[in-house]
């Protein structure tokens, strides 16, 4: 690689840098080509010599938040051997506090636009992930169609994820522990644990 190729790949990963950083501290709408510029202390046309557009910049971005998560899947799966249901429970909370630590990324990550782009392998780092609850549903639930399940299930916890957020669950339930709706959303969709 040259001296040239190695400075655009810095400049490339620097951007990046600082648009999660800025996501962190800003949220979504703090996100323009221009102000990621600034703050990497470039002009505003230099991110365009490496991201064409903004939704390429924002699909980098929102690239690192699905490969922060599935590092996390990963590590809660640890050697698997864990019953079905067990792990999908220790993926919801996993989702859940991720989604509460991480609000800016999180709702960058799961912006449709951004996921019907292709340049930047984004469905690559995404699509995995729902995978891994579809085969595990489908082993708890044989019976159902486990995509149907998995989404329905991954809808209810992004509810769970906004609501909570905006604080709006812990005012109707008077919890401060969200683990409680996760095993409702869990019964729900799985059948009761008691009865399995």
């Given at each position: ?23 962190a501290?800003?949220g ?24 064409p ?25 640890g050697?698997?051997?864990?019953p ?52 595990l ?41 969200f ?8 019964d729900?969709?799985l ?6």
């Open positions: 690689m040259s001296d040239e190729e190695k400075a655009g790949q810095d400049l490339r990963v620097r951007l990046v840098d600082v648009g999660v950083e800025l996501l501290r800003e979504v709408g703090a996100l323009s080509l221009r102000e990621i510029a600034r703050r990497a202390g470039v002009s505003h046309g230099a991110p365009r010599r490496h991201f557009t903004h939704l390429e910049l924002l699909s980098a971005i929102a690239r690192r938040g699905f490969t922060d998560l599935a590092g996390r899947v990963a590590a809660a799966r050697d698997r051997t864990a079905p249901r067990e792990q999908i429970a220790e993926l919801g909370c996993v989702y859940l506090e991720f989604a509460l630590g991480n609000a800016g990324m999180y709702e960058l990550m799961f912006r449709h636009d951004l996921l019907a782009s292709g340049h930047l392998g984004l469905r690559d780092t995404s699509l995995p992930l729902f995978g891994v609850l579809v085969e549903v489908g082993r708890v639930r044989p019976d159902a169609d486990a995509r149907a399940v998995t989404a329905a299930l991954w809808a209810n916890l992004h509810g769970i994820a906004q609501l909570w957020s905006w604080g709006s669950l812990q005012l109707a339930t008077g919890t401060d522990d683990v409680p709706l996760l095993r409702t959303a869990l729900a969709h059948g009761s644990e008691a009865g399995r």
